[in-house]
């Protein structure tokens, strides 16, 4: 079934296919299978091909699909810099962007942070993270190869409620543009209250 993301989808991966094999699949930090890339995003199985992307088995035509896309044409051939991490708002040009990160990134977590902590093990499995540094507990997630977000919560007390804040790898911007990275932490933030069956 057709989408309106699917154009757009398509001219991403003919411009990323359009690079030498080897550097495309040094970008995106993926393992070749024949004509295909495959990796880890958005805690899933994904296979990219010239024509296609697949996520768990299932070919994608939505947000996640041209996420991927866009990070298949923009990723630099380059090693992700993990440190140090960095805020949304000290990226230049986030400030047309700024609070819809921080609704749809952050807050939107603040209501499932008990049960992201009781799960941290199996969202840690599924986007091949870690313990992150900070907060009452933290996690540093991969949604895409080469773009870690760190996340650090703050439980509930009596005085404050709970908090989260969410950081990227020091060079995330060689990876996406400022918009798409954006998305990644929103879709990402989606995809863990998923895991904990919000």
Known sequence: MSTSYEM??????REAFSR???????????????????????????CLGPD???????????PKGLLISLYARHAAPEKIRMAPFTSFRDFQGSMPYQDAFSANSERVLIPHVPRIKERA???????????????????????????????????ADEEFSAAVTVL????????????????VAEYTSKEMIHLVGG
């Open 8 to 13: 757009i989808i398509r001219d991403n991966l």
């Open 20 to 46: 030498p094999f080897s550097e495309l699949e040094r970008s995106t930090g993926a393992k070749r299978e024949g004509n295909t890339l495959t990796f880890r995003a958005f805690g899933q199985d994904c």
């Open 52 to 62: 296609k992307i697949t996520l768990s088995g299932t070919r994608s035509l939505d």
């Open 121 to 155: 093990g199996a969202i840690k499995a599924s986007f091949g993270g870690a313990d992150g540094i900070g907060g009452d507990f933290s996690l540093i997630l991969h949604p895409l190869p080469n773009i870690a977000l760190s996340y650090i919560f703050y439980l």
């Open 168 to 183: 990227f790898s020091a060079n995330a911007l060689s990876f996406m543009p400022l918009d798409g990275l954006a998305d």
